[in-house]
C-alpha cells in the first residue's frame, strides 16, 4: 500500500486524475491524503466531488475555508444572498446527489494525525501555541458544531470574521469556533505576538517585518511533527524542515502537486 497527498484540488478534476494516473494509484490498495479546498474556483467541482465520494473509502481529506464556504451556502439563504453563488457551486447545490456529497463533506475533519508516519494533515497550518492535543481538542469543537443540524446552522451564521485574532483559552461560543477555523483553514502569517493576520496573502520575501510565517514562529510546539498542508498558492511546493507545502496553485494555470509519503 502506499499513501500519496495531494495538494488544493479546486475542482481542478482532470489535473488530478491525471496525477492519480501517473503515480498509478489504486483505490482498492492506496491512500490519498487531500489537503482541503476540493472546490470552488476550477471548472469541474461537482465533478471533484462526485468521484472523491466514490472513492472515500480510500482517501482522508480534510476541510479548507473553500468547502466551508460551499457548505455555508448550503446551510444559510442569507450567506447565498449576501456573498452570491457561483456557477461551480450552482451546480452542486442543484445536483441531484447534493445531500449525499454534502452530508459526507460537513462530515470530514479539520486535521487528521497519522501516528505511524507521525504527521499532520490540515488545511492552512496548526496554530504554533497549539501542542497536538490540544490542536486535536480544538479542531473537534468545530467538528461536532458540524456534526449536528440545529448547531451547524448557528455555526455558519457566525463563522465569517477577522476577529478574534488572538488565542486566548477563555474564548467560548462563536468566537472561540471563529479563531479556531481561521487557524485551520486561513492562517498564513501571524505577528510576533501569535496574532493571525488574514490579510496579507502574498511570499514571504514580500511580508511585511511585523509578520512571520506560521511556521517560523519561535518556540513553535510541534517542530518535531511533520506537518502537510495547502491553502498557501504564493507558497507553492515548499518543504521546510518538518514543514511540506503541497498547495502550488493549480487552480491558477501552475501544475498539481501530488507526493508520496509513504509505501
Request: glycine share 6%.
Amino acid at each position: 500500500m502506499a499513501i500519496y497527498a495531494v495538494g488544493d484540488v479546486q475542482g481542478c478534476f482532470d489535473d488530478l486524475r491525471e496525477k492519480l494516473d501517473e503515480c498509478e494509484f489504486n483505490p482498492n490498495k492506496d491512500k490519498l491524503y487531500l489537503t482541503g479546498d476540493l472546490v470552488a474556483r476550477g471548472p469541474k467541482s461537482l465533478k471533484t466531488l462526485r468521484y472523491l465520494f466514490s472513492i472515500r473509502d480510500s482517501i482522508i481529506t480534510v476541510l479548507g475555508n473553500h468547502d466551508l464556504h460551499l457548505l455555508a451556502l448550503a446551510h444559510n439563504k442569507e450567506h447565498r444572498r449576501n456573498f452570491g453563488v457561483s456557477e461551480d457551486f450552482q451546480k452542486i447545490l442543484g445536483a441531484k446527489d447534493k445531500i449525499d456529497l454534502l452530508e459526507w463533506l460537513i462530515h470530514q475533519p479539520l486535521m487528521h494525525y497519522d501516528l505511524m508516519q507521525d504527521t499532520i494533515l490540515c488545511h492552512a497550518g496548526v496554530y504554533p501555541l497549539w501542542s497536538l492535543k490540544k490542536a486535536f481538542k480544538c479542531a473537534q469543537e468545530v467538528e461536532y458544531a458540524l456534526s449536528k443540524e440545529k448547531k451547524r446552522q448557528k455555526y455558519f451564521a457566525s463563522m465569517y470574521g477577522n476577529q478574534p485574532n488572538l488565542w486566548n483559552e477563555n474564548l467560548e461560543g462563536d468566537e472561540r469556533l471563529r479563531f479556531i477555523t481561521n487557524a485551520f483553514t486561513r492562517m498564513r502569517y501571524i505577528s510576533k505576538t501569535a496574532r493571525l493576520d488574514l490579510k496579507f496573502k502574498g511570499q514571504p520575501r514580500r511580508k511585511p517585518r511585523t509578520l512571520l510565517a506560521w511556521f517560523d514562529y519561535p518556540n513553535r510546539k510541534l517542530s518535531d511533527t511533520k506537518i502537510v498542508f495547502g491553502h498557501w498558492a504564493a507558497l507553492g511546493h515548499f518543504k521546510k524542515d518538518n514543514i511540506h507545502c503541497i498547495d502550488s496553485g493549480c487552480v491558477w494555470g501552475n501544475e498539481l502537486t501530488l507526493i508520496k509519503l509513504a509505501d
